[in-house]
């Protein structure tokens, strides 16, 4: 099994039966409240809103919306974030659009599926790094 093959099964296996991973100082945040920015586009792949949503300035539910997004609309995943409740939220770029923020993982549906962006077979979606 290729390394991007192991990370896409981690996440249906952890997301979709509902089991929340033991945090490791890798996924150790520090609350930054809603003060976030992030603008080094490192991920390779592709969500879709399985609801409509509103895109976030930062990754809790308590931060200011950046956009409305229509179910069905894809966007494109720079990052993955665990935030301090241990929630994972995923900052990215709407599609056909020059519109970045944070997604929570409920706005992908109960089993997320991340699809190849540019069908080079590589889908490689990197921890955000703060």
């Known amino acids: ?10 996440l249906v296996v952890v997301l979709g039966l509902g089991v929340v991973a033991t945090a490791s100082p890798a996924r150790a945040a520090e609350y930054r409240g809603c003060d976030w920015h992030y603008d080094t586009p490192n991920g390779e792949g592709t969500l879709t809103f399985y609801k409509s949503y509103n895109l976030k ?23 993955e974030y665990w935030n301090q409740y241990d929630n994972m ?37 990197e921890y955000c790094g703060f």
């Open 89 to 125: 939220w995923f900052y990215g770029r709407i599609a056909g659009t020059q519109t970045m923020g944070w997604a929570y993982q409920d706005a992908f549906g109960p089993k997320i599926v991340i699809g190849d962006d540019n069908n080079d077979g590589v889908v490689n979606i």
């Open 57 to 79: 300035v930062g990754p809790l539910g308590e931060c200011d919306h950046v956009a409305s997004v229509a179910k069905g609309t894809t966007f494109y995943v720079w990052c």
């Open 1 to 10: 099994m290729r390394g991007w093959q192991r990370v896409v099964l981690a």
